[in-house]
Protein backbone atom coordinates (compact mmCIF):
# COMPACT_ATOMS: atom_id res chain seq x y z
CA UNK A 1 0.00 0.00 0.00
CA UNK A 2 1.56 3.29 -0.63
CA UNK A 3 0.16 6.25 1.17
CA UNK A 4 -1.14 9.89 -0.86
CA UNK A 5 0.07 12.97 0.93
CA UNK A 6 -2.99 13.45 2.73
CA UNK A 7 -2.52 10.06 4.12
CA UNK A 8 0.70 10.86 5.21
CA UNK A 9 -0.07 13.83 6.72
CA UNK A 10 -2.64 12.46 8.75
CA UNK A 11 -0.23 9.17 9.49
CA UNK A 12 1.79 12.07 11.01
CA UNK A 13 -0.33 14.19 12.89
CA UNK A 14 -1.85 10.76 14.28
CA UNK A 15 1.72 9.78 14.97
CA UNK A 16 2.27 12.90 17.35
CA UNK A 17 -0.47 13.02 19.64
CA UNK A 18 1.74 12.45 22.60
CA UNK A 19 3.53 15.37 21.89
CA UNK A 20 0.56 17.32 21.45
CA UNK A 21 -0.94 15.90 24.85
CA UNK A 22 2.64 17.22 26.36
CA UNK A 23 2.77 20.13 24.68
CA UNK A 24 -0.85 21.43 25.95
CA UNK A 25 -0.37 20.66 29.11
CA UNK A 26 3.04 22.49 29.51
CA UNK A 27 1.53 25.34 27.89
CA UNK A 28 -1.31 25.19 30.44
CA UNK A 29 1.31 24.74 33.34
CA UNK A 30 3.24 28.11 32.09
CA UNK A 31 -0.01 30.23 31.68
CA UNK A 32 -0.99 28.59 35.73
CA UNK A 33 1.91 29.08 36.96
CA UNK A 34 3.03 25.93 38.21
CA UNK A 35 6.82 26.28 37.41
CA UNK A 36 7.80 22.64 38.40
CA UNK A 37 5.19 20.29 36.20
CA UNK A 38 6.19 22.93 33.57
CA UNK A 39 9.81 21.90 33.93
CA UNK A 40 8.52 18.43 33.90
CA UNK A 41 6.53 18.06 31.09
CA UNK A 42 9.44 20.83 28.77
CA UNK A 43 12.10 18.06 29.66
CA UNK A 44 9.82 15.27 27.22
CA UNK A 45 8.39 17.54 24.95
CA UNK A 46 11.10 16.83 22.25
CA UNK A 47 12.05 13.54 23.15
CA UNK A 48 8.41 12.83 22.31
CA UNK A 49 8.32 14.31 18.89
CA UNK A 50 11.48 12.11 17.91
CA UNK A 51 9.03 9.58 18.88
CA UNK A 52 6.31 10.68 16.94
CA UNK A 53 8.57 10.99 14.20
CA UNK A 54 10.39 7.66 14.53
CA UNK A 55 6.47 5.79 14.39
CA UNK A 56 5.80 7.73 11.60
CA UNK A 57 8.55 6.28 9.66
CA UNK A 58 8.03 3.15 11.11
CA UNK A 59 4.76 3.09 9.39
CA UNK A 60 6.09 4.02 6.24
CA UNK A 61 8.54 1.42 6.16
CA UNK A 62 6.35 -1.87 6.78
CA UNK A 63 4.00 -0.05 4.16
CA UNK A 64 5.92 1.24 1.40
CA UNK A 65 8.82 -0.75 1.88
CA UNK A 66 12.72 0.52 2.57
CA UNK A 67 13.19 2.05 -0.27
CA UNK A 68 10.55 4.89 0.72
CA UNK A 69 12.35 5.73 3.98
CA UNK A 70 15.35 8.39 3.36
CA UNK A 71 16.80 7.31 6.79
CA UNK A 72 19.97 9.55 6.96
CA UNK A 73 18.05 12.94 6.52
CA UNK A 74 15.45 11.20 9.52
CA UNK A 75 18.07 10.19 11.79
CA UNK A 76 19.56 13.88 11.45
CA UNK A 77 16.00 15.59 12.31
CA UNK A 78 15.76 13.56 15.26
CA UNK A 79 19.41 14.27 16.52
CA UNK A 80 19.02 17.73 15.93
CA UNK A 81 15.38 17.76 17.79
CA UNK A 82 17.95 15.87 20.52
CA UNK A 83 20.00 18.84 20.80
CA UNK A 84 16.76 21.01 21.22
CA UNK A 85 15.98 19.31 24.25
CA UNK A 86 19.83 19.25 25.34
CA UNK A 87 19.25 23.08 25.17
CA UNK A 88 15.46 23.07 26.67
CA UNK A 89 17.41 21.46 30.10
CA UNK A 90 19.93 23.93 30.11
CA UNK A 91 17.14 26.61 30.25
CA UNK A 92 15.76 25.47 32.85
CA UNK A 93 14.35 27.43 35.80
CA UNK A 94 15.71 30.58 36.44
CA UNK A 95 18.23 30.93 33.39
CA UNK A 96 21.90 33.03 33.72
CA UNK A 97 23.56 34.24 31.34
CA UNK A 98 26.08 31.37 31.65
CA UNK A 99 23.41 28.51 31.44
CA UNK A 100 22.11 30.53 28.48
CA UNK A 101 25.24 30.07 26.62
CA UNK A 102 25.23 26.34 26.80
CA UNK A 103 21.63 26.14 26.08
CA UNK A 104 22.58 28.30 22.69
CA UNK A 105 25.52 25.90 21.93
CA UNK A 106 22.79 23.16 22.10
CA UNK A 107 20.31 25.06 19.55
CA UNK A 108 23.81 26.11 17.73
CA UNK A 109 23.84 22.44 16.57
CA UNK A 110 20.57 21.90 16.14
CA UNK A 111 20.17 24.72 13.83
CA UNK A 112 23.81 23.51 12.15
CA UNK A 113 22.23 19.87 11.27
CA UNK A 114 18.72 21.46 10.04
CA UNK A 115 20.88 23.60 7.69
CA UNK A 116 22.72 20.05 6.60
CA UNK A 117 19.40 18.13 5.92
CA UNK A 118 18.34 21.66 4.04
CA UNK A 119 21.29 22.06 1.53
CA UNK A 120 22.09 18.08 0.85
CA UNK A 121 18.53 16.56 0.92
CA UNK A 122 16.26 19.17 -0.65
CA UNK A 123 16.32 20.31 -4.10
CA UNK A 124 17.45 23.68 -4.63
CA UNK A 125 15.63 25.92 -7.39
CA UNK A 126 17.55 29.89 -7.42
CA UNK A 127 14.38 32.00 -7.52
CA UNK A 128 14.58 35.84 -8.61
CA UNK A 129 18.45 37.72 -8.18
CA UNK A 130 16.44 40.76 -6.74
CA UNK A 131 14.43 38.58 -4.55
CA UNK A 132 17.27 37.29 -3.44
CA UNK A 133 19.04 40.54 -2.76
CA UNK A 134 16.69 41.98 -0.61
CA UNK A 135 15.62 38.86 1.55
CA UNK A 136 19.97 38.83 1.89
CA UNK A 137 19.30 42.39 3.22
CA UNK A 138 16.62 41.99 5.58
CA UNK A 139 17.90 39.01 7.21
CA UNK A 140 21.59 40.68 7.89
CA UNK A 141 19.22 43.67 9.28
CA UNK A 142 17.33 41.53 11.51
CA UNK A 143 20.54 39.97 12.86
CA UNK A 144 21.70 43.32 13.79
CA UNK A 145 18.59 44.35 15.42
CA UNK A 146 18.58 41.13 17.56
CA UNK A 147 21.66 42.47 19.35
CA UNK A 148 19.27 45.94 19.80
CA UNK A 149 16.26 43.63 21.15
CA UNK A 150 18.45 41.60 23.52
CA UNK A 151 19.75 44.97 25.24
CA UNK A 152 23.36 45.07 23.72
CA UNK A 153 24.85 42.26 25.47
CA UNK A 154 28.96 43.11 25.61
CA UNK A 155 31.89 40.46 25.86
CA UNK A 156 31.52 36.55 24.79
CA UNK A 157 27.99 36.58 25.26
CA UNK A 158 27.15 39.47 23.21
CA UNK A 159 29.34 37.72 20.38
CA UNK A 160 27.74 34.42 20.99
CA UNK A 161 23.80 36.02 20.70
CA UNK A 162 24.72 37.77 17.34
CA UNK A 163 26.97 34.08 15.76
CA UNK A 164 23.35 32.39 17.23
CA UNK A 165 21.36 34.91 15.41
CA UNK A 166 23.31 34.60 12.10
CA UNK A 167 23.35 30.56 12.38
CA UNK A 168 19.08 31.28 12.97
CA UNK A 169 18.75 33.88 10.59
CA UNK A 170 20.80 31.95 7.87
CA UNK A 171 18.59 28.34 8.02
CA UNK A 172 15.58 30.91 7.82
CA UNK A 173 16.95 32.48 4.76
CA UNK A 174 17.96 29.69 3.27
CA UNK A 175 14.24 28.07 3.83
CA UNK A 176 12.37 31.01 2.10
CA UNK A 177 15.21 30.95 -0.88
CA UNK A 178 14.24 26.83 -0.95
CA UNK A 179 10.85 27.90 -1.44
CA UNK A 180 10.52 31.00 -3.26
CA UNK A 181 12.87 29.46 -5.84
CA UNK A 182 9.85 26.04 -6.06
CA UNK A 183 7.24 28.95 -6.95
CA UNK A 184 9.14 31.18 -9.12
CA UNK A 185 9.59 28.15 -11.21
CA UNK A 186 6.79 25.92 -10.36
CA UNK A 187 9.63 23.27 -10.54
CA UNK A 188 9.05 20.76 -8.19
CA UNK A 189 5.79 22.04 -6.90
CA UNK A 190 4.92 19.09 -4.60
CA UNK A 191 7.37 20.48 -2.17
CA UNK A 192 6.02 23.94 -1.64
CA UNK A 193 3.64 22.88 1.21
CA UNK A 194 6.14 21.44 3.27
CA UNK A 195 8.47 24.24 2.46
CA UNK A 196 6.24 26.76 3.98
CA UNK A 197 5.60 24.53 7.05
CA UNK A 198 9.45 24.73 7.40
CA UNK A 199 10.08 28.58 6.41
CA UNK A 200 6.70 29.28 9.39
CA UNK A 201 9.00 26.82 12.14
CA UNK A 202 11.88 29.20 11.03
CA UNK A 203 9.97 32.41 11.82
CA UNK A 204 8.44 31.01 15.17
CA UNK A 205 12.27 29.89 15.85
CA UNK A 206 13.02 33.58 15.63
CA UNK A 207 10.12 35.30 17.73
CA UNK A 208 10.79 32.61 20.61
CA UNK A 209 14.52 33.29 20.63
CA UNK A 210 13.59 37.10 20.39
CA UNK A 211 11.46 36.94 23.45
CA UNK A 212 14.02 34.84 25.42
CA UNK A 213 16.76 36.94 25.02
CA UNK A 214 14.50 40.16 25.74
CA UNK A 215 13.14 38.87 29.28
CA UNK A 216 16.85 37.37 30.02
CA UNK A 217 19.04 40.16 29.16
CA UNK A 218 16.58 43.20 29.29
CA UNK A 219 13.19 41.95 32.20
CA UNK A 220 10.48 39.89 31.57
CA UNK A 221 6.76 40.60 31.31
CA UNK A 222 3.46 38.60 31.69
CA UNK A 223 3.47 35.25 30.38
CA UNK A 224 6.72 35.57 28.81
CA UNK A 225 7.50 31.57 29.04
CA UNK A 226 4.31 31.05 27.85
CA UNK A 227 5.04 32.96 24.80
CA UNK A 228 8.43 31.82 24.52
CA UNK A 229 7.38 28.39 25.07
CA UNK A 230 4.04 28.56 22.64
CA UNK A 231 6.30 30.01 19.86
CA UNK A 232 8.99 27.40 20.57
CA UNK A 233 7.17 23.98 20.68
CA UNK A 234 5.58 25.60 17.28
CA UNK A 235 8.21 26.28 15.91
CA UNK A 236 10.42 22.55 16.63
CA UNK A 237 6.67 20.96 15.34
CA UNK A 238 6.48 23.14 12.22
CA UNK A 239 10.60 22.52 11.37
CA UNK A 240 9.57 19.00 12.01
CA UNK A 241 6.87 18.23 9.91
CA UNK A 242 7.96 20.42 6.77
CA UNK A 243 10.95 17.97 6.75
CA UNK A 244 9.29 15.12 7.70
CA UNK A 245 6.63 15.95 4.60
CA UNK A 246 9.36 16.20 2.12
CA UNK A 247 10.68 12.99 2.22
Request: hydrophobic share 55%; with cysteine; proline share 4%.
Amino acid sequence: MHYNNDMTEYIFLQCCMPFFAAALFHLISCIAGKERYADISKVVLMPLLIAGIAAFYFIRFKTDGATAVPLVPVILICTALAAGNAGDIFLLGNVKPATMAKGLCSFLAGHFIYIAVLLFFVPFVPPAPLFTIIAVAVYAGAVYLSRILAGKPRGVLGAGVIVYAGILGTFSLLALLHLAGLIYTQEHRELIGSLAKLYTGTLLFIASDSILSRTIFVKPFFQSRFAVMFTYISAQFCIAWGFCSLF
